[in-house]
């Protein structure tokens, strides 16, 4: 599989976790560079799907005053050191104290990982302790996965306002992802999940078309949750390549699924489906 040195600092980019001279390199690669692009558009779903993952929590009504209380028991400042006289005249300058050389910036790394853990739909857990309510969020867990579904679309949208995206539904009914079908038939389709059960070990989502003239659903892509990426199935596989499914005048797929098939060869039919949802119309 083929792929980009810079591709981390783009998950980075979308993260806001650069430093300024890395943010301006990478802005200027991105029109040059698809396999980028295609990881800077996976990550900001992502940031789209976090902006709903937890409800708003109000604070403590007693936290203020802890705050205020925690700042007087702080010990004053230190006295002031003196300071050495000048030297001579004449005398050699002292040389500057050398600066530690600032370590090696792991937070892309951080970033990676949370992009896997959100595609695997890990929730993300407020500590109790850490951040005390007055009352539990009244949001059910339903509602928290459809805000988040909405999220993805309304940023979808807003950068392909051509895009087609579909909410998929677990058994349960509740959004479990999101399929964005780009306006441009030569794009391939992503794959954002929301609340998709975990695959367990050498396991994929396949995302399948129905609907399709024949009613045989087709693979159409395949998302490895190691990274999060949505890639087309290959074209030696028998179905179509990069876009949408079918031929040139054929209608689109009335409906997606999401299955979770073993790593290696896409089946001819799915087999353990987790999602499913139709196009709107």
């Known amino acids: 599989m083929s792929g980009c040195a810079l591709r981390d600092d783009a998950v980075g980019h979308a993260f806001s976790a650069l430093e300024p001279d890395e943010d301006r390199a990478l802005?200027?690669?991105?029109?040059?560079?698809?396999?980028?692009?295609?990881?800077?558009?996976?990550?900001?779903?992502?940031?789209?799907?976090?902006?709903?993952?937890?409800p708003p929590l109000d604070p403590p009504?007693?936290?203020?005053?802890?705050?205020?209380?925690?700042?007087?028991?702080?010990?004053?400042?230190?006295?002031?050191?003196?300071?050495?006289?000048?030297?001579?005249?004449?005398?050699?300058?002292?040389?500057?104290?050398?600066?530690a050389p600032r370590p090696r910036r792991r937070l892309l790394t951080a970033v990676g990982g949370l992009v896997a853990a959100v595609v695997l739909g890990v929730g993300l857990i407020v500590a109790q302790g850490v951040l005390p309510t007055q009352s539990?969020?009244?949001?059910?867990?339903?509602?928290?996965?459809?805000?988040?579904?909405?999220?993805?679309?309304?940023?979808?949208?807003?950068?392909?306002?051509?895009?087609?995206?579909?909410?998929?539904?677990?058994?349960?009914?509740?959004?479990?992802?999101?399929v964005v079908d780009p306006g441009d038939?030569?794009?391939?389709?992503?794959?954002?999940?929301?609340?998709?059960?975990?695959?367990?070990?050498?396991?994929?989502y396949v995302v399948w078309a129905t609907g399709l003239p024949g009613n045989a659903p087709e693979a159409v892509a395949v998302?490895?949750?190691?990274?999060?990426?949505?890639?087309?199935?290959?074209?030696?596989?028998?179905?179509?390549?990069?876009?949408?499914?079918?031929?040139?005048?054929?209608?689109g797929p009335r409906g997606w699924a999401v299955s979770i098939e073993p790593t290696g060869p896409v089946p001819a039919r799915p087999s353990t489906v987790v999602a499913v949802g139709l196009v709107a119309t």
């Open 185 to 204: 038939a030569s794009a391939p389709i992503r794959l954002v999940a929301v609340d998709l059960p975990p695959t367990g070990t050498a396991r994929d």
């Open 136 to 178: 539990p969020p009244s949001d059910d867990p339903s509602t928290v996965l459809a805000d988040q579904a909405d999220r993805v679309v309304d940023d979808a949208r807003s950068r392909d306002p051509g895009a087609s995206t579909t909410v998929l539904r677990s058994e349960a009914g509740t959004p479990a992802a999101v």
């Open 27 to 54: 802005t200027a690669h991105l029109p040059t560079c698809a396999v980028c692009r295609r990881a800077h558009d996976e990550a900001l779903d992502v940031v789209a799907a976090l902006g709903g993952a937890v």
């Open 61 to 99: 009504a007693d936290l203020r005053q802890r705050i205020v209380d925690a700042a007087r028991a702080e010990p004053g400042p230190a006295p002031r050191r003196s300071v050495p006289a000048p030297p001579p005249t004449g005398a050699p300058a002292p040389a500057p104290p050398e600066k």
């Open 223 to 251: 998302m490895d949750p190691d990274d999060g990426m949505t890639r087309p199935v290959a074209a030696a596989s028998g179905v179509p390549g990069p876009g949408s499914p079918g031929t040139p005048g054929d209608p």
